[in-house]
Nanobody, 122 residues
């Protein structure tokens, strides 16, 4: 069983930064591509970023490209999302997810965390 636990969310002013972390249990972390997907109140889930198993390949949504950076540390079983230049429209619950393939998707993942709230005030 793979478990994902996000942390690092909170309240930040527009223009600020946050770093989300997602700790993954188990010894198979390196077998999974990882993604960050977000859901704003009253909206559908939105793909944010994804990273390959090795960390060499990444995908970003246009809405976050240039502001967010996804990375992973396979020795620590952790994936990160560095978020800079935050905007009020980035306010959402952020979920990390693990899957077998690197994809731009909000559903093609096998395991999900419980989510962490990010609120950006104007």
């Amino acid at each position: 069983q793979v478990q994902l636990v996000e942390s690092g969310g909170g309240l930040v002013q527009a223009g600020g930064s946050l770093r989300l972390s997602c700790a993954v249990s188990g010894r198979t972390f390196g077998s999974y591509a990882m993604g960050w997907i977000r859901q704003a109140p009253g909206k559908e889930r939105e793909f944010g970023a994804a990273i390959s198993r090795s960390g060499y390949s990444t995908y970003y949504a246009d809405s976050v490209k240039g502001r967010f950076t996804i990375s992973r540390d396979n020795a620590k079983n952790t994936v990160y999302l560095q978020m800079n230049s935050l905007k009020p429209e980035d306010t959402a619950v952020y979920y990390c997810a693990a899957g077998r393939k690197l994809v731009v998707s909000t559903t093609a993942y096998d395991y999900w965390g419980q989510g962490t709230q990010v609120t950006v005030s104007s």
